[in-house]
């Protein structure tokens, strides 16, 4: 049985995941407006990277905001990249603004420098070992609370999380051809233990 991955297309990098995700035999739906939740039963969620102010501001007037926090609460899995981690994270340094605030963790926007923040590196994630990663006017996680597990670290800073049914990266899976993220988050999906592409 194919998995139907809802992935939330308001604005931002949606259509890649959306390629990934179909490399992996999924079943995707965009989600623009309520009714895209409720004519459709999702196995998971994807929050994609974007601008968080934006993204948070059509979540509200687009009345996608109570019914994603509510599936997000009751359990739903769901893969936040980039500006998605900032839509979960429970604290944004700096800033009184929280979203989602689903997940313990601080999380800092524009952490590298806001022009000069893009760059590419590689690095170990969670024992499926190195991965690339993208990074483009990223946020990272300063600190996580107790019931968050680590995943991946970059110059000792936090860029990928996980805390129960919610997988953060503060890098972009989605625009790069290695589909480790993406297979991690559907292992959650099908609660299946961790599985690593080879
Ligand atoms: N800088 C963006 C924000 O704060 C995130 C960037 C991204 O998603 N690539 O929301």
Known sequence: MKNTIGVLAVQGAFAEHIKALQKLNCHCI????????????????????????????LLRELALFEPLKDRIEAGLPVLGTCAGLILLAGQIAEDDTIHFGTMNMVARRNAYGRQLGSFQTAAEFDGCGTIPMVFIRAPYIESVGASVDI???????????????????????????DLTVHQYFLSLVQHKAKTCIA
């Open 151 to 177: 995943l991946a670290r970059v110059d000792h800073h936090i860029v990928a999380a996980r805390q129960g049914n919610m997988v953060v990266t503060s890098f972009h899976p989605e625009l790069t051809a």
């Open 30 to 57: 965009e989600i623009r407006k309520p009714s895209d939740l409720t004519d459709h039963s999702l196995d998971g969620l994807v929050l994609p990277g974007g601008e968080s102010t934006v993204i948070g501001k």
